[in-house]
Structure formats: C-alpha cells, structure tokens
C-alpha cells in the first residue's frame, strides 16, 4: 500500500468504514469478527471494490498463521465455546486451523468453515465443522493480533495455504492409520486409505497416497467378490471421526 491510501480512502464516498479501533485492541480478548476487519482496514477507510478481496486475504492470513503455530501458543491465543457445550469458553484445538477453509475458493473439502460474523454481534464469529461440532463466539488474544497486523502496516502478509502436502506428512499419517487400524478393518482398502487420508488432509495427492499404501500393502490379498458387509461402510466412518479428533488434539 502507498501512503496515500489513507486520503485516497477518505475522498471517496463509496468506502467501506471501520468500526473497530486501536483502543478497542487494548482489551486482553477481541472477537474474531473484530479481528478480521482490523486485518483487513487497521482502523482505515478503504473503497468498498477493494474491501472484498482484503477481506478474503485476512480471513487466510490469520487462518494460515494460526496452522503454523505450535500448538500449546495457538491455544493460548484463541478460545471459544464448544457447539456441544455453549456454557462455558475453552481454547481451540490448534489442528483445527488446517482443516479450516476461508472461502470457497480453497474448501478443498476441508471439514471446516470459517465464519467471520455472527448473526447476533458482528464482532464474533465461529468455525462450524461440515459433519462434526465447531466453535462459537470465538475470541483472540488482541495482543496476537497487533504483533502481526500493526496500525501503521496496511498490506497483508498472507501465507498461502499451500495445495500440497509434503510427503512425510502424508506418511505420517499414512503410519498412524495403519497402526491405529481396529482389527475388524485391518487392511484397509486403497480406496479407504485416500478417504481416510484426505479427511484429515483434503490438499493430500491421490498418487502419494496411493503409492505410500502400496509400500505397505505390496501384495494385497483380493478380497471376495461381491458387496462388502455393510457395517464395514459404518465401522470406517467411526474410524475416520476418530482421525479426525487425533489430528485435533495435536
């Protein structure tokens, strides 16, 4: 951004003003939706053609800062109230941050929404999970913050949520799902394994995956012709919401 942003901003009667300030990131907590539009304005008027895609571009910055955070700091920044619990504020598991998609451009199938504003207060906001619980009136350090997005520095610095997944992630995972397979599922399918994979992590190539299982399984036994148990498909859908809470935890 130039240094005439700010009068640029302020000539023009098409501009989208803020409403949150400096003084209001001297409390100890912000609300989510507070947050993301100090990311996207630092308490500057900007035209309103140009609001949206600021807005986008805040919404991955704090969500790609937040992943790349270890896991005890990024849950001492952030904090809000479970969906299946909404008496009480408890911090957010620090996995969900990659699994957490800001738009629709980069869903990728994530099991995570991230949802800016709330219908009841414009400051709050929330990450509702597609198929298993999210978070309400989430709420972050202010501190946090302002380290990363000062008043006086307008541009974003945006970390892209990167498409691909290294691979000793992948096999990590990969290891796990072998390890942790219940003995009723044990082996698991090909076609099970990038299901289970890429529940934890959507950006994770097909052909990877493909080729860590057969590392694993060179030799797989055909199983019988015909329609698998039925209970396999439910057994599976257990297994991979148990994935999915361990990748949360860590």
């Given at each position: ?22 003084e209001?990131?001297?409390?100890t ?11 996207a ?5 900007i035209p309103?053609e ?24 990024a ?54 999970g ?41 096999r990590r ?17 090909q ?10 992590l ?11 299982h ?13 329609v ?23």
């Amino acid at each position: 951004m130039d240094d005439n942003f700010e009068a640029d901003s302020r000539a023009n009667d098409a501009d989208v003003n803020p409403s949150v300030t400096r003084e209001d990131l001297d409390k100890t907590w912000i609300g989510l939706g507070a947050a993301l539009e100090w990311i996207a304005l630092r308490g500057q008027p900007i035209p309103r053609e140009l609001y949206r895609g600021r807005e986008e571009e805040a919404d991955e910055a704090l969500v790609a800062t937040l992943a790349d955070l270890p896991s005890e700091i990024a849950e001492a920044i952030v904090r809000g109230e479970p969906e299946e619990d909404r008496r009480r504020l408890v911090p957010v598991p620090s996995g969900i941050w990659r699994q957490t998609a800001t738009s629709d451009f980069n869903d990728s199938g994530q099991p995570y929404r991230l949802i800016g504003t709330d219908d009841d207060d414009p400051w709050e906001g929330a990450i509702l999970g597609v198929q298993v619980g999210g978070y309400r009136r989430i709420q972050i350090r202010s501190s946090f913050i302002l380290e990363n997005w000062s008043e006086h520095e307008l541009d974003i610095e945006t970390l892209p949520i990167s498409s691909a997944v290294a691979r000793a992630k992948v096999r990590r995972l990969v290891e796990m799902i072998v390890a942790e397979t219940p003995v009723n599922l044990a082996p698991i399918s090909q076609s099970e394994m990038e299901y289970l994979v890429r529940s934890v992590l959507p950006a994770a190539q097909r052909d990877l995956v493909r080729q860590l299982h057969r590392e694993i399984y060179p030799n797989p036994k055909r199983g019988p012709k015909g329609v698998r148990n039925p209970d396999r498909k439910i057994r599976i859908e257990k297994f991979r919401e148990e994935l999915i809470s361990a990748e949360l935890r860590n």
